[in-house]
């Protein structure tokens, strides 16, 4: 697919990216910088060229990885624009690259404050996730940080619950504990119902097992979504979830 913007002011721009100082095209006596900008891809850096000279932009034949380089190398330069039509075609043309590469995207996501469209749509694919895989992947994170801890919770000592609890208590809040089902709060939550605030435990069972009585604990609301299509659902997120949970940025999902 190519995009085109400015086709008036960019014309000549191009013949001087083609012919170089040969071009009959003058600008007058412009100030030259040089940036150097190392982080920023070869293919990706083209298309930016490109997209500065002629003002056209063209994702034909180009490699989905490059699209994300080029939304993130696009930001850096300021070129909103830019921005915007690489997001879009990642979500209209690649959902299904997204869902497999969805750790290094969503982590992506909150290094750059204008990649809203890739936001919104990482969390549309969080909110569609069971809440119970949630909280197994919180666990595991957790015992993850402690080399120490076995994995086998049954043998733990109340300080080994002291120290997860420690660990995770900057996400301990986020988790929407009111919308896991009642199968998973047996199954999942109660082997770690020593690391949960008394209170909030006498309340979880108590919401379910008297659904109408009142309670004081915060109930977070259940995370929105809109109508955004995707493609069938695969291992892939989950495994990508994971990934992100692994890799130290556990707060980007909590959050």
């Known amino acids: 697919?190519?995009?085109?913007?400015?086709?008036?002011?960019?014309?000549?721009?191009?013949?001087?990216?083609?012919?170089?100082?040969?071009?009959?095209?003058?600008?007058?006596?412009?100030?030259?910088?040089?940036?150097?900008?190392?982080?920023?891809?070869?293919?990706?850096f083209e298309i930016i060229i490109k997209y500065i000279y002629g003002g056209i932009v063209s994702f034909d034949k180009v490699h989905t990885s490059t699209i994300l380089d080029l939304s993130a190398a696009a930001s850096e330069l300021c070129l909103e624009e830019l921005v915007n039509i690489a997001q879009l075609q990642l979500v209209k043309d690649?959902?299904?690259?997204?869902?497999?590469?969805?750790?290094?995207?969503?982590?992506?996501?909150?290094?750059?404050?204008?990649?809203?469209?890739?936001?919104?749509?990482?969390?549309?694919?969080?909110?569609?996730?069971?809440?119970?895989?949630?909280?197994?992947?919180v666990?595991?994170?957790g015992i993850a940080q402690?080399?120490?801890?076995?994995?086998?919770?049954?043998?733990?000592?109340?300080?080994?619950?002291?120290?997860?609890?420690?660990?995770?208590?900057?996400?301990?809040?986020?988790?929407?504990?009111?919308?896991?089902?009642g199968e998973d709060v047996i199954k999942k939550l109660y082997p770690y119902q020593q690391i949960i605030e008394p209170n909030l435990w006498k309340d979880i069972i108590t919401k379910f097992a008297a659904p109408n009585m009142p309670i004081t604990s915060t109930v977070l609301?259940?995370?929105k979504f809109t109508n955004i299509e995707f493609p069938p659902r695969n291992t892939g997120i989950l495994n990508g979830i994971k990934d992100l949970f692994f890799n130290g940025s556990?707060?980007?999902y909590i959050y």
């Open 1 to 44: 697919m190519e995009i085109e913007f400015f086709k008036k002011l960019s014309g000549d721009l191009t013949n001087l990216l083609k012919n170089g100082e040969d071009s009959n095209t003058s600008y007058g006596n412009m100030n030259i910088k040089k940036i150097r900008m190392p982080n920023i891809p070869v293919n990706a």
């Open 94 to 137: 690649h959902p299904s690259w997204i869902r497999y590469n969805f750790a290094k995207v969503f982590k992506i996501c909150f290094e750059y404050e204008n990649f809203k469209i890739l936001k919104d749509f990482c969390n549309e694919i969080i909110a569609k996730t069971p809440k119970g895989k949630i909280w197994d992947y």
């Open 139 to 141: 666990i595991r994170w």
């Open 146 to 181: 402690n080399p120490n801890l076995d994995s086998n919770s049954t043998q733990w000592s109340d300080a080994n619950f002291s120290t997860l609890k420690t660990t995770l208590k900057n996400c301990l809040p986020h988790i929407r504990y009111f919308h896991i089902s």
């Open 221 to 223: 609301p259940p995370r």
């Open 250 to 252: 556990l707060y980007l």
